[in-house]
């Protein structure tokens, strides 16, 4: 399997549940990124990870949580969120961090809060 | 703070050029780049252009940038149906962390 893949495609969850989605990428790269995309906005950058190190958090709720146990997997653990959490939840990687390395994207993760 | 914006819809017949456009407000970006979304999938990019060149053109795409009007375009040549998608531009401006800032897409649709 090639690229970078999330789990799962899909998630429907109520607000006091806990759930996680993952990402894997099998690129070899050295940086991971969680992105929000939501109706009608902009892209949200969340999360970057280098070398399993956090190296940025956008002003994220603590009710998302991420998780890099090493540089080919990333997580983003949920809890108590609300309904306008709802959104698609994007992964990416690129080989190092900095201007002019490309980002590669999963499919996203659909979370749907009720 | 940075700011993209791009108009919603664009709709073009196949065969036409589709140019999608493109106003952000931070003259310090470095890279500018087209990304490319279809149905259920992620982002892919189409093509990107460093701040001091004004043209770049890879087979049916071309991308336009005028540093003074802070404004970029993506032409599509000879569009077909397999174009319609979203179309997210993005700028980064920073070193270090790789912080790309998008616009929130144009949905091209190509008739047939």
């Known amino acids: 399997e090639t690229g970078v893949t999330q789990t799962p495609r899909h998630l429907v969850m109520g607000m006091t549940n806990k759930k996680s989605l993952k990402c894997e990428q099998h690129?070899?790269?050295?940086?991971m990124y969680w992105y929000k995309q939501s109706a009608k906005k902009p892209l949200e950058l969340m999360f970057v990870?280098?070398?399993?190190?956090?190296?940025e958090n956008n002003s994220v709720p603590s009710r998302f949580s991420p998780e890099c146990p090493n540089s080919s997997h990333l997580f983003l653990h949920l809890h108590t969120l609300q309904p306008e959490d709802s959104a698609l939840y994007l992964c990416?990687?690129?080989?190092?961090?900095?201007?002019?390395?490309?980002?590669?994207f999963g499919p996203g993760t659909r979370l749907t809060v009720t | 703070g940075e700011d993209v914006e791009q108009s919603p819809f664009l709709s073009v017949r196949e065969g036409d050029s589709s140019v999608i456009n493109c106003t952000y407000t931070d003259s310090s970006s470095t890279y500018l780049y087209w990304y490319k979304q279809e149905p259920g999938a992620g982002l892919q990019l189409l093509t990107y252009i460093f701040s001091n060149m004004d043209m770049k053109q890879d087979q049916r795409l071309t991308v336009l940038l005028n540093k003074k009007d802070k404004h970029l375009s993506l032409r599509i040549a000879d569009t077909q149906t397999g174009d319609s998608a979203i179309y997210f531009c993005a700028e980064s401006m920073r070193t270090g962390a790789n912080n790309l800032f998008f616009g929130t897409g144009t949905r091209l649709t190509v008739i047939p």
């Open positions: 690129l070899g790269h050295n940086a």
């Open positions: 990870y280098s070398l399993e190190e956090r190296v």
């Open positions: 990416a990687s690129s080989q190092d961090l900095g201007v002019g390395y490309e980002q590669y």
